[in-house]
């Protein structure tokens, strides 16, 4: 098949799976377009079968805004037309759902078409998909959809809650991982040696936005620390890293956490790691987390949205209340503790990730969806 993928090409869970589905269908034989404003950052330097085409906004005193939406539909519609693409694959239903419905209705002005599937990711539903500005077009474009994929049951719950959308059939196709990826056997412990090699190592990896409640994350790992001498690293960076960074210094445990930015490669780093943090306001479904897991690295988070779907608590790690700081706390040192306890979860959390996520099957389901469409 010749399939289009427009995601969002920057750090996020998104554009991070929509990239390695389209790598793995390359792999599968199939021709993949990347249409988006920037390179996708999981996307290798080459790839047989894989293109990515630039979308060019352009400059103009005149707008304030750019219209990318518009930007983007026109080379929808150029890139289906000069490589005869059979479907369009819309990571993230803002804005690009809409611009997928331009760029067909332009085709079908001159007797062509394209085929339209939308995933829908998160806080395209639940956040700005809700917003008063967004919510008529939102639901417009999801309806206009062949077909809709949700990353969780959650995600397809709430999308019907938050649109009524009596026209739209949401399948649930879970995120994957690749598991030769995520394998803490086979990393070099890089890490290690460059924190105080006896020390647990707790880890959180995320874009740093609101939602992920950083704040939380150095309050979480300042009350470990006192119980248990140990390290937190904190991998990728956005609007919130200076806050984390000022209530590092706040409760006195700066020495002890490395902000490293934003990496491209997160595996080495899951692989040296004893637990990993997601404290999330909202997750819908947790993709960082399932990352961790599947290295081999229990995840103690809060009991919200597509989490419990991903993470087993009790079994590969722990899920407590929102905001709850002490649980929370509380969990991870209980995990790090038993150094028996850990192993065996440690165990679990790679076998279930392989068991349930593994992108040989998902990706085996969007090839089926794609044939149904
Ligand atoms: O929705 C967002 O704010 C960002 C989005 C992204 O691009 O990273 O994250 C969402 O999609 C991921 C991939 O499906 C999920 O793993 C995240 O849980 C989800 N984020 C939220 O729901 C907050």
Known sequence: MRIGITCYPTYGGSGAIATELGVALATRGHEVHFITYQHPFRLPAFQPRVYFHEVDVG????FEYPPYDLALAVRMHEVVLRHRLDLLHLHYAIPHATSAWIAREMLRETGSDVRLIT??????????GQDPSF???TKFSIEKSDRLTAVSEYLRRETYTAFGCSKCDVEVIYNFID???YDRERYPPVLRSTVDGARPVLIHVSNFRPVKRVRDIIRIFARVREAIPSVLVLVG?????????DEAHQLGVEADVSFLGRLESVAP?????????????????????????????????SRVGGLPEVIRDGETGALCPLGDVDAMAQAAIEILRDRKRWKEMSRLAALDARERFSEDAIVGQYEALYNRT
């Open 59 to 62: 400059r103009y005193p005149l």
């Open 119 to 128: 995933t829908l990711h998160g806080t395209d539903i639940t956040i700005v």
């Open 135 to 137: 919510h008529a077009i």
């Open 179 to 181: 598991p030769r990826v």
């Open 237 to 245: 960076d956005g609007p919130d890293r200076v806050h984390a960074e």
């Open 269 to 301: 780093l899951l692989a040296a790691a004893d637990l990993f943090l997601l404290p999330s306001q909202t997750e819908s479904f947790g993709l960082s987390a399932l990352e961790a897991l599947a290295s081999g690295v229990p995840v103690v988070a």
